[in-house]
C-alpha cells in the first residue's frame, strides 16, 4: 500500500513538473527582422535564451505573429510542425547551413566554426562565401545582428532595445 502511494505521488509530482514553464536567463526586446523565401517577418518582438533553447516572438499591434523556439535537438516555428534542424534548414533556410546555424545567429554567436572571422572592439564580421551555394554577410555589433545571404535571398537582423 505505501509502495503504491510513493508511486503515485512520484508520478504526480512528475506531471507538474512537465507543465512548469521555461526559465530563460536572458530577455532582450529587439526589432526582429525573418526574411527568407517562404516566410517575411518584421515586428518588434523578444528573444529568451537559456543554456537548453532560444525561444524567438515577434509581435504585431500586441499579438504574437510568430514564435520560434529553437533547442538542442529541433526547431519548432509557428505555423509548422517541430522538426529537426537539418529539415528545417532544408525547408526555410539553405540545405547547405550547418545545422546550428540559427541558433548562433540569435545567441549572437560566430558560425560556419569561426570561417571568415574578424573581430574588432564592438563585436565581429564574417564573410563566408561558397560559390553558387551561399554569400553570407553576418556582423554582430553594436548589440545588432546581421546575417545576409544574398545568393539563398535571406536576411536575419535582430537589434537589441534597452
Known amino acids: 500500500m505505501k509502495i503504491r502511494t510513493i508511486i503515485l505521488i512520484l508520478m504526480g509530482l512528475l506531471v507538474l513538473n512537465a507543465c512548469v514553464q521555461k526559465q530563460y536567463i ?32 515577434i509581435y504585431g499591434s500586441g499579438q ?54 574578424k573581430k574588432n572592439r564592438n563585436g565581429f564580421t564574417q564573410k563566408i562565401i561558397n560559390s553558387d551555394k551561399y554569400s553570407i554577410d553576418y556582423s554582430v555589433l553594436n548589440k545588432q545582428i546581421i546575417f545576409r545571404d544574398t545568393i539563398n535571398d535571406i536576411l536575419i537582423k535582430v537589434k537589441r532595445i534597452e
Open 26 to 57: 536572458k530577455q532582450n526586446s529587439a526589432l526582429i527582422v525573418f526574411k527568407t523565401p517562404t516566410f517575411r517577418y518584421a515586428d518588434m518582438g523578444f528573444v529568451y535564451e537559456n543554456s537548453d533553447e532560444v525561444k524567438v516572438e
Open 64 to 117: 504574437a505573429l510568430m514564435t520560434l523556439i529553437i533547442s538542442q535537438e529541433k526547431i519548432c516555428m509557428s505555423f509548422l510542425a517541430c522538426m529537426d534542424k537539418e529539415e528545417f534548414n532544408k525547408k526555410v533556410l539553405s540545405p547547405m547551413y550547418s545545422h546550428d546555424i540559427l541558433e548562433e545567429i540569435f545567441r549572437g554567436n560566430p558560425i560556419f566554426k569561426g570561417k571568415g572571422l
